[in-house]
């Protein structure tokens, strides 16, 4: 499978998992906003590098971990671009409403409360 040249060589999370090395599939990865062909590598056969990373994801995170540093990805070819999609919001905005709403009858009750117990007192 190639890089899709209409996309401008763009690739996001979905997309760059197709690239994963397996069924024939080329193997990619992304690294620090760049997407880098590790096919040729023979430290990444089948799409995996040393039984523990898989071709196809973000590894920008985990070269801290690496024992070598980073003129390894850096030396591969770089195919194209890695954006980050923004990540939707987790919860839906009537779920937000309801929070918002129920915080403010929990800040009456807790005011009604106060005002109740500082008229006993006096």
């Known amino acids: 499978m190639e890089p899709d040249v209409k996309n401008g060589n763009r690739f996001n999370a979905v997309n760059l998992a197709t690239f994963d090395g397996g069924n024939g599939n080329t193997s990619y990865v992304a690294y620090r906003g760049k997407v880098y062909d590790v096919s040729k590598n023979r430290f990444w056969q089948n799409g995996r590098h040393m039984l523990r990373h898989r071709a196809g994801t973000d590894l920008t995170s ?7 540093n980073e003129d390894v990805i850096l030396s591969q070819p770089v195919v194209g671009e890695f954006v980050e999609e923004p990540e939707e919001s987790a919860r839906p905005f ?25 008229w006993r007192w006096w």
Do not use: C, R
């Open 62 to 68: 985990m070269m801290s971990q690496a024992p070598h």
């Open 94 to 118: 009537h779920v937000k409403v309801f929070f918002v709403m129920a915080y403010i009858n929990l800040s009456f009750v807790g005011l009604i409360l106060l005002i109740l117990a500082l």
